[in-house]
């Protein structure tokens, strides 16, 4: 159980565009999902915290207005990248963790994103 | 703020080798320490953790013991497998809020 989907896995995309990105527990409610973006050879850096129904808390540094990040339901949060730019090329993570009131989560297969 | 520090790599050992990846932490509070485990191609697992003082996780083989006194949470196994080339992951989740805070990762490539 706790498992973790990540679609697509793979998005290339020219410079301008919004891209998509989906997480979805397949067979638990997450209450709160996390979004990482993980650049080659780096580690993991929290992007924004996101609880089902409310607005995602987003890290220091982390444009709100560029990372679009929804939270509609317990099985499905969604980061847009608005108007992507090469810069935005990386490696995006989700995760999730069944309630509020536990450390451990379960982390998606992850989202390549190039931006030609 | 909170952090986590590990060993760099690329770490290189031979197929019974012992390994230990060391880590270290700083952060206020009582955190709780993992390690994740990254496969090629693959999502991030829990590999183990630990939750308090002298607790040691273990895993696969794999084990690691939290030490406040040091601030440390090394992983160590005693004889590695080929298939334990991976990239190993420590990190904490502070008291304060249940983010993972990562270290930068350590690549373990075990060769026959």
């Known amino acids: 159980g706790a498992v973790v989907s990540q679609h697509p896995s793979w998005v290339i995309c020219k410079s301008g565009t919004s891209v998509k990105i989906e997480c979805r527990s397949l067979?638990?409610?997450?209450?709160?999902m996390f979004w990482y973006r993980q650049f080659p050879k780096q580690s993991l850096m929290l992007m924004a915290t996101?609880?089902?129904?409310?607005?995602?808390?987003?890290e220091q540094g982390v444009e709100k207005d560029k990372f679009l990040i929804n939270h509609a339901s317990l099985t499905l949060s969604t980061l847009t990248v608005t108007s992507a730019h090469p810069e935005d090329s990386s490696f995006y993570i989700c995760?999730?963790?069944?309630?509020?009131?536990?450390?451990?989560?379960?982390f998606g297969p992850g989202t390549r994103l190039t931006v030609l | 703020g909170d952090s986590v520090t590990q060993m760099e790599g690329p770490v290189t050992l031979s197929e019974e080798a012992f390994l230990t990846i060391n880590c270290t932490y700083t952060?206020?509070?009582?955190?709780?320490l993992f390690w994740y485990v990254q496969y090629p191609g693959e999502g991030l697992q829990l590999l183990l953790k630990?939750?308090?003082?002298?607790d040691k996780g273990s895993n696969k083989g794999f084990e690691a013991t939290y030490r406040k006194e040091t601030t440390s949470f090394h992983l160590e196994k005693g004889s590695v497998q080929v298939s334990d080339s991976a990239v190993y992951f420590c990190?904490?989740?502070?008291?304060?809020?249940?983010?993972?805070?990562f270290g930068k990762g350590t690549s373990l490539l075990v060769t026959p």
């Open positions: 996101s609880n089902e129904g409310s607005k995602a808390t987003y």
């Open positions: 952060a206020t509070g009582y955190p709780s």
């Open positions: 630990a939750t308090k003082a002298d």
């Open positions: 990190a904490l989740c502070s008291n304060s809020g249940y983010a993972l805070n």
């Open positions: 067979d638990f409610q997450a209450t709160t």
């Open positions: 995760s999730a963790s069944r309630s509020e009131a536990t450390d451990t989560q379960y």
